[in-house]
């Protein structure tokens, strides 16, 4: 058994949801420790590098709309995490008015610096959790940690929690298993993409919708996060499900070929990654769920809604659920 210190609240899941519940938690004097099954925090707003080059591979930016949000973004702009990107897109009328935030270096600085005072279970992937008074959690693997904590938040997407769940049975409530069980996502491949030269995009680098197959594109050089030219494609919904289970060989090549003529450049090496959750379709109905008798709260974008800000507030909302039980 390797136990791990008790914490006031365990969060599992290190993408906006649950770092923004964290960093509300810890200013508000609660000992937190997010577990999450990746390198590190980030989930959707993810920063790869690949061959020298820094590509946001998920979301692209954040938007202000909804006033529950207001001081955390004017706190990550005067800490020089956050920047404003462009405030309309000439290139589309799709695409709705409104100012546009980036992560300075990348959409991962947003996610690491709200995390940054909780500690972090990385690589951590969770088998079981139990309620017993406080909570248990459970690795699944060699390392076999246990997470303990009066408090359990859960921010994965509703499909994953209902799998979770049938291999511990936590939830006891049965609406509230079959609410998880009606949220849906869409699919998206995305292509990382190291170019020969610059593209011939202009400013602020983002084409959307070129062809029925590929959503968006962006160049991550325009936006200024990577030195060399590089581009990320997302493909649609409909394309990630005809070819989810491909090889990249019969995959890659159509959505590649497209990117190419449309950037005037040519692609040199490419990664894919599929976002089986890219964004959900239909939510919970609430933006996120407590149980006050066993401290027990889910949250994430399944709950408050595709936009990054959503699950942000999703997040701070049920750090605020936690603050008001003690």
């Known amino acids: 058994m390797n136990l791990r210190d008790h914490k006031d609240v365990v969060i599992l899941g290190g993408g906006i949801a649950g770092c923004a519940c964290s960093d509300l938690l810890t200013k508000s004097g609660y000992s937190v420790t997010i577990a999450e099954k990746g390198r590190g925090v980030g989930g959707r707003m993810s920063t790869r590098r690949m061959s020298g080059a ?83 959690v459970e690795e699944a693997g060699e390392q076999k940690r246990i997470l303990t904590a009066d408090e359990l938040v859960i921010t994965f997407p509703p499909p994953q929690i209902l799998e979770l769940q049938a291999r511990s049975s936590f939830i006891q409530d ?51 996060i990577s030195e060399k030219p590089s581009v990320i494609i997302h493909s649609s919904h409909e394309y990630a499900e005809k070819y989810w289970d491909a090889e990249d060989e019969v995959r890659i090549p159509s959505l590649t070929e497209v990117t190419q003529d449309l950037l005037g450049a040519k ?59 003690r």
């Open 54 to 136: 820094r590509i946001d591979h998920g979301a692209q930016f954040l938007t202000m709309r909804d006033e529950r949000t207001r001081g955390l973004f004017n706190e990550l702009m005067t800490a020089g995490i956050m920047e404003k990107w462009y405030d309309q897109n000439s290139v589309s009328k799709e695409i709705p008015e409104g100012i546009r935030y980036m992560g300075i270096g990348g959409m991962s600085s947003i996610p690491k610096f709200l995390s940054r005072g909780s500690s972090l279970e990385t690589k951590f992937f969770v088998n079981k959790v139990k309620w017993d008074g406080v909570w248990y």
């Open 267 to 325: 692609i040199q090496e490419f990664s894919c990654h599929r976002w089986g959750f890219a964004k959900p379709l239909v939510t919970f109905g609430e933006n996120h769920f407590s149980d006050d008798q066993t401290k027990m709260t889910l949250a994430g974008d399944g709950f408050g809604g595709e936009r990054i800000e959503n699950a942000m507030c999703s997040g701070l909302d049920a750090a605020k659920s936690i603050i008001n039980r």
């Open 174 to 224: 049965q609406n509230i298993s079959d609410q998880l069980g009606r949220v849906h996502y869409t699919k998206t491949l995305a292509v990382l993409c190291l170019l020969e030269k610059p593209t011939r995009l202009d400013a602020p680098g983002i084409l959307t919708h070129p062809n029925a197959d590929i959503d968006w594109i962006a160049d991550n050089q325009i936006k200024d």
